[in-house]
């Protein structure tokens, strides 16, 4: 039969992972990127930093492998690392943790979604609800898992889910309502109401909220509100963030999930049998990561923030629509009226004409929903001032090449 055989197949096509002839499709990032590196074209498809983390996080990291910590870290993570998550929750959001039960160091938050939802669903009567444009690993994970992927519109200028169709899509065969707050791609951050109505479908269907908050100190329109908080959630969520972006160490790959034991009992079940454990001197120097004092914190939106607005000076400059994200490390922008009727063709002729590079939001969508996304593009602010800057010039030499 084969992996790619059966339910998993037909899913996994459906969900544009396979090609028509079964072969795995290759994704647009790999594309966009080679061609980035190929006509040295400013990358800002890929959503990671070109500057360090803060120092104290870095030397951390140091002195643990020069004291030797270098082996496997104990199955749930190391427990200072799980004392250190359970402290910020409380200091940044009033939640109360047992950091022996309730939290589970991963290798990343996409390997805490995949645990997840490996965990939660029992099978191809399960359906996993997620908000569209969407983070590609959620349609694998899904179509590994088996389940039904349905997904809920984010439509501009302000990207929040219609209430009706948000309810339409939660139905008795929601197993998950998989949310992520602030929003990647669009940049998005779900309104009070939104957040209350997911929790009312959660409890009446009898669903579990799996969070993905990787960008939960990075909201630039007020303080971050975990589902977790809300009235009639805890006991039914599960909370998924990691150090990457905050403290820009994209590659160290340490993720956490918290939420009731029994479900992240669950999740351990899984997890042990993906990476078993990971990044063992890393741990303790995230621990140092969240300790750090407040205004750290709040001086890493106002940068990024910053570089922005920058960015969208750049693009608006260049002929672009430009929708300002509340959160996260991208800018949407609408190159409609630039020739990008048909962001994928304008996105992959973009490094070799004016050498910037950038990713088409129909790359997080399913093939059937792509035209309603079709003129959009996703820039990567999380880059230095001065590379930014340099992108907006060559930018505005769209202008003179229509």
Not at 6 to 26: I, Y
Not at 197 to 222: P, S
Request: net charge negative; aromatic share 6%.
């Amino acid at each position: 039969m084969g992996i790619t055989s059966g339910a998993w197949r037909r899913t996994a096509q459906g969900a544009g992972l396979l090609s028509s002839n079964g072969e795995v499709a290759p994704t647009i990032f790999a594309e966009i990127s080679a061609l980035a590196a190929r006509t040295g074209a400013i990358n800002l498809g890929q959503g990671f930093p070109d500057e360090d983390g803060p120092a104290e996080v870095l030397e951390a990291a140091q002195a643990a492998i020069r004291a030797g910590t270098n082996q496997y870290p104990p199955g749930r993570g190391a427990p200072d690392l799980l004392h250190a998550i359970a402290e910020h929750q409380r200091r940044f959001y009033g939640l109360a943790l047992d950091p022996e039960r309730q939290i589970l160091v991963t290798a990343g938050a996409t390997e805490a979604i995949a645990a997840a939802l490996l965990a939660l669903v029992d099978g191809p009567d399960d359906e996993i609800v997620v908000f569209e444009p969407f983070y590609d690993s959620y349609a694998a994970i899904t179509a590994l898992s088996g389940a039904r992927l349905r997904t809920v519109p984010l439509r501009a200028p302000d990207f929040q889910p219609d209430p009706a169709e948000l309810a339409a899509a939660v139905t008795d065969r929601c197993r998950v309502i998989l949310v992520n707050d602030p929003h990647n791609p669009t940049g998005a951050v779900l309104t009070p109401a939104i957040r209350a109505e997911i929790v009312r479908l959660a409890e009446r269907h009898d669903a579990i909220i799996v969070t993905d908050e990787v960008y939960e100190h990075l909201a630039f329109t007020g303080p971050h509100v975990p589902i977790a908080t809300m009235e009639g959630a805890p006991e039914r969520t599960l909370t998924i963030s990691s150090a990457g972006k905050t403290f820009s160490v994209t590659g160290w790959k340490i993720g956490w999930i918290h939420g009731p034991a029994e479900l992240v009992t669950a999740v351990l079940s899984v997890k042990q049998f993906l990476t078993y454990v990971n990044g063992a001197p890393f741990q303790p120097a995230v621990a140092t990561g969240l300790r750090l004092p407040d205004a750290f914190f709040e001086d890493a939106a106002e940068t990024l923030k910053a570089k922005h607005e920058l960015l969208a000076e750049g693009l608006l400059a260049a002929g672009f629509g430009v929708h300002r994200p509340a959160g996260g490390y991208f800018t949407v922008a609408d190159a409609s009226a630039i020739d990008g009727a048909d962001a994928a063709a304008f996105c992959r002729s973009l490094p070799e004409r004016i050498g910037v590079a950038a990713i088409p939001l129909t790359a997080f969508v399913r093939p059937e929903h792509r035209a309603d996304y079709a003129g959009l593009v996703r820039f990567a602010a999380c880059k230095r001032p001065e590379v930014i800057a340099e992108a907006s010039s060559r930018l505005a030499g769209l202008r003179g090449t229509r």
